[in-house]
T-cell receptor, first 116, second 111 residues
Framework: KAGVTQTPRYLIKTRGQQVTLSCSPI?????VSWYQQTPGQGLQFLFE???????NKGNFPGRFSGRQFSNSRSEMNVSTLELGDSALYLC???????????????FGPGTRLTVL | EDQVTQSPEALRLQEGESSSLNCSYT??????LFWYRQDPGKGPEFLFT???AGEEKEKERLKATLTKKESFLHITAPKPEDSATYLC????????????FGTGTRLTVIP
């Protein structure tokens, strides 16, 4: 079974620009979560999408947004880029089970974003 | 507030020298505790999920254990290819599926 894929793998942008990152989940997985990883803060949760709806959101400014399509693929957008947005952006997919079951998340390779 | 603390931050071992990594957690109702391995420039690779105190899981040279306050990742007779950052994360019974991560332990195994 193919794993989580993310495109592009590397991006270089300048301050003020916007960027869109893409994530294709494991086949059959309906939940996609996005995380930001930086050396200082570690892995921090951005948001989760399930069945095309944002189900949960972390503590990030509104410049960070996302969406999910009917085939469960997801995109993340960052507008008005700042130097501090330089990070590894990771996407994770899972079945999306809620309630009584633990829901294991499987990560993609990440997109390395550099803001100059 | 959910909190995960991993120690040590970095660990250097000789090949074959067994050791343990620690993950202490505070969470409002533990739904699951996860261990991941991350190589430089790559995404985290899933290792284990633990659900309840007393549970143990093994995979090759790795063994994960769980108590009500912490989890240990025991590495037996490590090899250089075990060098990586090991991440611990918790998932709580809040209705949300997101993981709350510790900052990781960077393990280096010297031949």
């Amino acid at each position: 079974k193919a794993g989580v894929t993310q495109t592009p793998r590397y991006l270089i942008k300048t301050r003020g620009q916007q960027v869109t990152l893409s994530c294709s989940p494991i086949s059959g997985h309906r939940s996609v979560s996005w995380y930001q990883q930086t050396p200082g803060q570690g892995l921090q949760f951005l948001f989760e999408y399930f069945s095309e709806t944002q189900r949960n959101k972390g503590n990030f400014p509104g410049r960070f947004s996302g969406r999910q399509f009917s085939n469960s693929r997801s995109e993340m957008n960052v507008s008005t880029l700042e130097l501090g947005d330089s990070a590894l952006y990771l996407c994770a997919s899972s079945l999306g089970l809620a309630g009584t079951f633990t829901d294991t998340q499987y990560f993609g390779p990440g997109t390395r974003l550099t803001v100059l | 507030e959910d909190q995960v603390t991993q120690s040590p931050e970095a660990l250097r071992l000789q090949e074959g020298e067994s050791s343990s990594l620690n993950c202490s957690y505070t969470v409002s109702g533990l739904r699951g505790l996860f261990w991941y391995r991350q190589d430089p420039g790559k995404g985290p690779e899933f290792l284990f999920t633990l659900y309840s105190a007393g549970e143990e899981k093994e995979k090759e040279r790795l063994k994960a254990t769980l108590t009500k306050k912490e989890s240990f990742l025991h590495i037996t007779a490590p090899k250089p290819e075990d060098s990586a950052t090991y991440l611990c994360a918790v998932q709580a019974w809040t209705g949300a599926n997101n993981l709350f991560f510790g900052t990781g332990t960077r393990l280096t195994v010297i031949p």
